[in-house]
């Protein structure tokens, strides 16, 4: 029997970074009570009038821009008809044709380091459904409409992957430039960036596409690569037994990881789309497009190769690119202090484990760029030794500040004066007359027991690298 080829589209499904839902002003925030951010229109009431959030269409125009494709200056909202108690209206507001988005791709490097290009086939503007919350206990199924018209964009995938490694590439990418455009908050374990994976086998080299299954709303990387990897094993086996593969929707189960059939083609829907009559059409103005362009900030993959070209390890790149808005306080910073390396180190070691911990982007922080810079300005010029700079930081965390004024008020000015740190120096060796005499003997690592005296001495404050030179100096004379 021939190599079988997999054959892999994705369709990816993002929460869109709004305040408020897609059609009302109700709030987007996940985590209340159920069924306190709805209204007539989301909750679906007969006679309710929806109005389209322009910050929606800005933004999935924006992904758009960032990912090649023709941005349609008009595309119309269409009513996508489906029964299920999660959804009210009975319909879902999408777009069939045209949508906001067509063509487009992403150039991902597979397992091979070889080049390669994954074209979009659209994006399109959606609002989500509600939740059914099953409560075993009192064999109930509860609706929680607090999700329902929630804003999404749906970007599917022309079916050119033939790897789970594939896959994983194009999904960390794809999340890092629209969590770097700021489109998604991106945050997995919320749902608001999960993909929908269609898959078929075929003899390798042939044209002609199998009989497909769809594994629904995966919402991790590794999950997504599993799954793929297990189903090319489950189709691959039917193909060997020469059983035929049965076009259905499946889910992954993690825990035993397999997927499972939830069903098959036959119980699919026909969604009788049709143009949503309450909506006109989604405009974007030749206008809109130019601004939103001239707003595009630099992507990963260009502020990666500034960075390390900056000098920072490969690394802290990949923190400060990971993280909210890190890029954007570590470019404020360097405008104040043009010591690259110092404020990448700063950032990854001491503000975004804090930001992290607190749940809060740097730009939030009370420590602004200005203040990191100045605290990075102070051990620069000898003022504060890392020691001391270490050691005030989490207080100019907690409450902001000059991180200068904070040095002075705690005594931790370091001390660069020659003079001052020979006096202490010549006392502490005073004082321990036996352990200077070893050192005199040969026994050097003595030195560090006197340097550790003389910073106890200074309260932390003596220069190090000076204390170090002094103590030699004096020690061998
Ligand atoms: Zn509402």
Known sequence: MSRMEPVIGLEIHTQLNTATKLFCSCATEVGDQPNTHICEVCSGQPGALPRTNGRAVELAAKAGLALGCKVNERSIFSRKNYFY????????????????????????????????????????????????????????????????????????????????????????????????????????????????????????????????????????FRHAGQAIEYEIIRQGGLYDKGEPVIQETRLFDPAHQETRALRSKEEAHDYRYFPQPDLPPVVVTPELLARLKAEMPELPEEVKARLLEEGLT???????????????????????????????????????????????????????????????????DNTLNRRAAYDLFPELFERGGDPAELAKAKGVIQISDAGAITAMAEEIIAANPDQARQYREGQEKVLSFFVGQLMKRSKGAANPKLANEVLVKLLKS
């Open 314 to 380: 490969a690394e802290q790149t990949d923190v400060l690119l990971d993280r909210r808005r890190a890029v954007e306080y570590y470019d404020l910073a360097l405008k104040i202090l043009n010591e690259p390396k110092r404020v990448a180190t700063l950032m990854v070691e001491l503000l975004l484990p804090a930001c992290q911990r607190d749940d809060i982007s740097p730009m939030d922080s009370k420590l602004p760029p200005e203040g990191l810079a100045a605290l990075g300005k102070l051990m620069a």
């Open 85 to 220: 108690p999660d959804l009210p209206a009975g319909f879902q507001t999408s777009q069939l044709d045209p949508p906001i988005c067509e063509g487009g791709g992403l150039e991902i490097v597979d397992e091979d380091g070889g080049k390669r290009f994954i074209r979009l086939n659209r994006i399109h503007l959606e609002d989500d459904a509600g939740k059914c919350v099953h409560d075993e206990q009192r064999g109930q199924t509860l609706v929680d409409l607090n999700r329902a018209g929630t804003p999404l964009i749906e970007i599917v995938t022309e079916p050119d992957f033939r790897s789970s490694g594939e896959v994983m590439e194009f999904l960390k990418k794809l999340h890092a430039i629209l969590v770097r455009l700021e489109v998604t908050q991106g945050r997995l374990e919320e749902g608001e960036f999960r993909c929908d994976v269609n898959i078929s086998l075929r003899p390798a080299g042939t044209e002609k596409l199998g009989t497909r299954c769809e594994i629904k709303n995966l919402n991790s």
